[in-house]
């Protein structure tokens, strides 16, 4: 091995795909793994929110950032009938909406170490000097530190002693786009948009620089439903769902081509993340239900301040700056989890108990207040530097 410390990534979706760029930039030797045999083609859109934005502006994607990304102030929250809902205190801060497959295809491109495709993890085993991963494939790889940066359904979170028991929301969500030429001229979307309606809600935002618009409808449901983004869904079926609401949903919905489907399972904050030389990184770590749109901004920070914490570390460190990564990640996800969780309860709220309601929002902006002034790198550094007490004396604890 050379004197830089070699590092293998399970999953190169956006997590480990972050994760990559940023090791690399401090030095490290990464080389990432994926189970699929190329680059998934599918998606829909995200919003990439403050906290991880600014550190993506500190790497070389800052221009191509800004190419391919619509900006929004805040959230634009209406009844199912269209009444607006003010919300107290502050805007929200500025966000960036950006089609997942974009965003993949400028992480594949700007990581610099090889990013190995087909090749599905099977088993990780810590040893004395590291970890080694076998694939199904037959491959089998030895590396100074693995973070497993796959998934919901991680192989790696298995591999150390964790399983994450999911439970229903009895929610079940669908995706589409839509080309925004499809659309009637007099219907204009610009930002992130939401209308809430009693235990439904439907967002939508524009994505590739305007020409797609994304939605996300979340409707209950008693039936147990896939996990994965890739299950057809019912256009028909979804209209009914919507029928009486706003014009602009309704025109949304017509204007789909096709949608997808997939339940929305919520789990609980994982006891630890790092065993020896193997640690956890995004939905593997900490998966949170999608109503708050942090679960892309969290894998983000979780890489940054990974990276800050190897950059120097010699390789008898390694198990000791994994269990420093993981103590400062834990407390900060397990808040946008529990943020997230009062983000869909609030959403789906608008038919219930007014003063219920009012109660939902304040703990739901109360929530959106604290996550964001945040900086993972600076968080990280006050951890090297033994003053992480300072860095989070301001974060509020977990109730």
Not at 221 to 227: A, G, I, P, V
Not at 244 to 268: E, S
Not at 386 to 394: I, L, N, P, R
Request: some cysteine; proline content about 5%; aromatic content about 8%.
């Amino acid at each position: 091995m050379t004197g830089r410390l070699n590092v293998a990534i399970v999953g190169a979706g956006i997590g480990g795909l972050c994760a990559a760029l940023t090791l690399s930039a401090r030095g490290l030797n990464v080389t990432v793994f994926e189970g699929a045999e190329s680059p998934r083609e599918a998606g829909a859109g995200l919003s990439i929110p403050p906290n991880a934005l600014a550190l993506l502006k500190r790497t070389s994607l800052c221009e191509a950032i800004e190419q391919i990304t619509t900006r929004s102030q805040g959230l634009t929250l209406r009844t199912s009938q269209g009444q607006p809902v003010s919300r107290p205190g502050a805007p929200m801060a500025l966000s960036y909406q950006i089609h997942r497959v974009e965003l993949l295809e400028m992480l594949l491109g700007a990581v610099k170490g090889p990013v190995r495709f087909g090749h599905r993890c099977m088993a990780v085993a810590d040893t004395e000097r590291g970890a080694r991963l076998t694939f199904a494939n037959g491959v089998v790889c030895d590396a100074d530190v693995v973070i497993g940066a796959d998934g919901i359904h991680s192989v790696v979170q298995r591999q150390v002693g964790l399983v994450a028991r999911p439970t229903s929301e009895g929610v079940v969500a669908y995706r589409g786009l839509v080309p925004a030429e499809k659309l009637a001229s007099g219907l204009e979307l610009r930002g992130l948009n939401m209308w809430m309606g009693d235990g439904r809600s439907f967002i939508c935002f524009p994505v590739s620089q305007g020409r797609l618009i994304n939605i996300v409808a979340f409707v209950p449901s008693m039936r147990d439903m896939e996990e994965t983004w890739f299950a057809p869904g019912d256009v028909r079926a979804l209209a009914g769902e919507y029928e009486g609401w706003d014009a602009p949903v309704q025109d949304l919905i017509t204007a789909l081509d096709h949608t997808f489907r997939w339940g929305i399972y919520d789990r609980p904050q994982l006891p630890y993340w790092s065993r020896g030389h193997v640690t956890l990184l995004g939905d593997a770590a900490h998966p949170m239900v999608p109503h708050f749109g942090q679960g892309a901004g969290q894998a983000i920070e979780d890489g940054f301040a990974l990276a800050v914490l190897l950059e120097h570390a010699g390789r008898g460190e390694i198990p000791a700056r994994l269990k420093a990564y993981q103590d400062l990640r834990l407390e900060r996800t397990s808040r946008a989890q529990a943020a997230s969780r009062l983000a869909g309860r609030f959403y789906r709220s608008a038919g219930g108990d007014p003063a219920e309601q009012a109660q939902r929002m304040r703990s739901w902006m109360s929530a959106a207040e604290w996550i964001f002034p945040y900086d993972a790198e600076k968080a990280a550094l006050a951890v090297i530097r033994g003053t992480a007490s300072a860095a989070c004396a301001s974060w509020p604890r977990s109730s």
